[in-house]
Structure formats: C-alpha cells, structure tokens
C-alpha cells in the first residue's frame, strides 16, 4: 500500500515513527506530510524522514477557516500523485474533509476529550477511530478502543530502551534530578483554559525541589532571568532519555507527564481540564493531578477523587517526592503492575493498517486472547 502519517505536532512524530519502519519493513511505501511546529521539522531530519510541508494552524477563527481550505487544496492533489491508499493521523480536520473529498480511506487516533468532542464532526467523516480504553467520552457510535495509550506507541519497552544521560546533562552518575514542563497553553483545544503556574508559583516550585535535587526546565516560553540558567541544553531527540532517568516530571504538559509515567518516572501534572490517561494513571498511583484554581487551593465540588489539590498542594507534593525518603520501590512495582495491563501499540497499529479495513470488525470483537498476541 501507499500510505500517508500526517502529523500536526512533535509527539505525533514519535508517536508514528516506529509505525512507519515496521510497515516499510513489510513492504509498504510511506509517505508523512508535517505542520512545522515547535520542533517537528527537526525530529523529522533527526530521524531521516523525507515529508510533504502542510500549513500550520493560526489562532484566530476565520484565519483557521482559510487556513483548512487552503491544506485541503494542497492534499487532495498529493493525494492523487501519490495514489494514496490510507491515511493515518491524529483527527485534523483538514486531512479528515481531504481524504473524504479524494474518496481515502482514514484511519485516525484519539486520546484527549476535549479536543475530540470540539472535533466530533471531522471524527465521523473517518473510516475508523482508535481511542485508548481508558478515554471517557462518546464521540461516535462506532469507537474503537486499544488497551494502551498514545504514548506507548513509541515508548513501551519493546520500542525503546533508554541510553545513559549523566554526561550529556553534565552530573555525576545516578545524580537525582527533576525535570520541569512549562508550555504556551496556545493549543487550540486550551482556548478559555486558565493555564498552569504564574511565574510566582514557578519560581516557589523551582526553589522548593532545588532544595532536594538537580532541576532541569524545559519551557516552551522564554525564563526570566533567574530561571534560564535552569533552562535543559540536549539535543531534542533525547528527551526521553532524560525523562527515563529523572527523579521526577513537573509540568503543565498532559504528554510529557504521561511519557514520564510510561518511562516509569512519578509524574505532577496540573491542567484544568484531565484527560482519561492521566485520570488513569493518577488512579493507579503513578501521576497525580492538581487543578491551576484560581487565587485558592480550593477544588471545585464534585471533583474526582484523584485529583490531589490546587496550585499550593502541587509544590508541597513535589517537594515532597523530591526528598529522597519518597518509596521509590512501591511506585515501581505500581507502574510494572499498570505496564503489564498494556499491549505494543506500534504492533497493534500497524496489524490494523494492514489489515484493513477486516481490521475494524476483528477489534470490534476483541477479547482477552487477542489483544495478548500484541503483547
């Protein structure tokens, strides 16, 4: 088959990219067409892969409108060139309204509700729609569901294997270290969001764990003076190297902290709105969750049970997993424990691109024994 990844943010290109090798392996021709955001383009070239550049979203609506018509325009013919027989990506609407204009089969991937239910239109136009067993919304009649999550696509154990960092971050060996997420909060789906930490909150959070350990930022918006020095120099594609090896993972990125928690590292998020994995994850013990609540460390009534608190309860907590009394051995056992519920993502998906679209009935019809050959 002539297949198309398309994907609209970094993690999509580690979330895809082993799904390519093992279906060139097989014999198929891949073709990937890319936003450039942040830094997808770079991962690509770090990983060798040749890509068709799509436009990358603008914020405002009738810009998004013109936008979307204009990345229709230019797919359909690449489409048509390429002969295309599947498409495969994360729920775009461009690439959505493309392939059922050019008659293409699409395959697409959905783990955060929110963005899924704003996206529920598009979603119905696809063939067929995976979401991780975990992801709680009704968005369609026909969901399809993977026990596994996004992130194990590209970090399960069978796909990765960690490499030592202490050189690369310039520590000694088995130094503890924390590695902090600040991002824009500009994504689409975070519109009318309240965010994460004021920048008072990041300098107390900065402050506290530096009391117990090595602190690393990764930050998406430039740092006051103070906190650039903290600023992490890696190259991009060995992050999850450095997430392996961390003590713990504090951020406002519902990815990163979920990658942490699959790299079995503790993971703080706090976002205002979860998402199922990491309501799944916090369930297990292995992430917790905070609420960025305004002006109090109050919660709202009713909120779920694993959500630990407010801004102030998500320091005090951070602070308290960075002292070294933290029961590093039951959380392990608790993430092996979790780990074995989950299959091979990359092995799972790419039996469904395969066989499609057979595919869609056999996952529909799942059990036990099936999913165990993923395993």
């Known amino acids: 088959m002539n297949i198309l990844i398309v994907s609209a943010h970094p993690a999509q290109v580690h979330g895809f990219r082993f799904v390519r090798e093992e279906l060139l392996k097989h014999g198929h021709q891949v073709f990937w067409a890319t936003t450039d955001k942040d830094i997808a383009i770079n991962l690509l070239k770090q990983f060798g892969i040749a890509y068709f ?48 204009l050019n008659r293409t089969p699409h395959i697409c991937l959905a783990d955060t509700e ?47 294997t960690p490499t030592p960092v202490w050189d690369l971050l310039g520590v000694e ?78 951020g406002e990125s519902a990815t990163m902290a979920s990658e942490s928690v699959c790299l079995g590292t503790p993971a703080i998020y706090i976002d205002e709105v979860g998402r199922g994995y990491t309501d799944e994850e916090a369930r297990e013990g292995l992430l917790w969750m905070f609420r960025p ?8 009534p009713g909120e779920p049970s694993w959500i630990s608190g407010g801004v102030e309860e998500c320091i005090a907590k951070a602070e308290e997993i960075a002292d070294a009394k933290f029961d590093v051995a039951s959380y392990a056992k608790r993430h092996q424990a979790w780990l074995s519920t989950k299959i091979d993502c990359t092995a799972f998906l790419t039996w469904f691109i395969e066989n499609y679209p057979q595919s869609v009935e056999k996952t529909k019809k799942a059990d036990k024994e099936f999913w165990e050959k993923f395993r």
């Open 293 to 300: 609540v305004p002006n109090s460390s109050a919660l709202k």
């Open 173 to 250: 060996p088995n130094t503890r270290f924390a590695i902090v997420r600040f991002v824009k909060w500009d994504a689409w789906h975070d519109t009318h969001l309240i965010g994460g930490f004021s920048l008072d909150q990041k300098r107390e959070l900065i402050a506290r764990l530096q009391k117990h350990m090595r602190v690393f930022i990764s930050s998406e918006l430039e740092l006051p003076a103070d906190l650039e020095p903290y600023r992490i120099q890696i190259p991009i594609e060995r992050m999850h190297d450095v997430q392996a090896a961390a003590a713990l993972f504090v």
């Open 114 to 160: 929110h963005a899924a239910i704003k996206c529920k239109l598009f979603i119905q136009m696809c063939q067929a729609a995976l979401y991780p067993t975990c992801f709680y919304e009704k968005v369609t009649d026909d969901m399809l569901y993977f026990p596994g999550n996004i992130e194990l696509h590209y970090l399960h154990p069978k796909r990765f």
């Open 53 to 100: 550049l799509i436009l990358k979203a603008p914020k405002n609506f009738i810009s998004r409108v013109w936008y979307m018509l204009r990345n229709i325009c230019r797919l359909i013919p690449y489409l048509r060139r390429h002969k295309i027989d599947l498409v495969v990506d994360r729920y775009e609407p461009f690439i959505t309204v493309a392939s059922w």
